[in-house]
């Protein structure tokens, strides 16, 4: 089950990142991050479950990958993890993961945000996690929602204003109703992007029980 818990989390973290990316269509204005190459965003993590700390320093390169016909802009994570790749296509950002050699799951490619859509306007995706002792990977519905547009907000002391907030919910497949509880809620806000999410999972059934708040310490957009 562990590995299901691992899978869902970074599955879940695909679902609600915010980097930035290039694209071949044209896009106005990307609002909602940073394209400049050296630019810097410092996050901070709280398990409150573990009650443990983390900090990861994400940084632009220079370098864009063509994955699945989409051009990615590569972004390096001071934590070691593996690199993270965003798009937008118009008003589209996309995200992939590669997460097939970790966890037996095919890459991922998600949006994450539309930042024309209106507020209550969702979208979904389903993505089949392995669970230990099933004989068939578990259909998971990850399903965003723009429940916020325009607001305020204010992160490790700094106010930002132009923020959108999405929330997340988690469906899966053959669990009875009401055997879910999730509390996941993500802020983006123009030139920046992620500056805060924080998100609560308990699935008993599968084991699966976090509670993290990531807020944005600091930044250095070039």
């Not at 390096?76 to 798009?87: E, Q, V």
Request: proline residues 5%; hydrophobic residues 35%.
């Amino acid at each position: 089950m562990k590995k299901t818990y691992f899978a869902i989390l970074v599955l879940l973290a695909a679902a609600i990142s915010c980097k930035k990316s290039t694209a071949p269509a044209v896009v106005d204005s990307p609002k909602y991050m940073s394209f400049t190459a050296g630019s810097t965003w410092t996050y901070e993590t709280q398990n409150n479950i573990a009650a443990t700390t983390t900090t990861n320093i994400v940084t632009s390169t220079n370098r864009d990958s063509t994955i699945e016909s989409r051009v990615y802009h590569v972004f390096t994570n001071s934590n070691g993890a593996l690199n993270d790749y965003y798009n937008i296509t118009l008003n589209d950002y996309w995200t992939f993961k590669n997460l097939s050699a970790a966890q037996g799951i095919s890459p991922v490619s998600t949006i994450y945000l539309k930042d024309n859509a209106a507020v209550n306007i969702s979208w979904s995706q389903i993505v089949n996690v392995p669970v230990s002792g099933f004989p068939a990977p578990i259909p998971v519905t990850f399903t965003n929602t723009i429940a916020e547009k325009g607001i305020s907000r204010t992160v490790n002391g700094k106010a930002y204003t132009d923020v959108i907030r999405t929330t997340t919910t988690i469906a899966v497949q053959g669990l009875p109703p009401g055997s879910i509880t999730t509390d996941i809620q993500s802020y983006y806000t123009a030139k920046y992007g992620l500056i805060e999410s924080k998100y609560k999972i308990n699935i008993p059934l599968l084991t699966v029980n976090a509670d993290q708040n990531t807020v944005l310490k600091t930044s250095d957009i070039k």
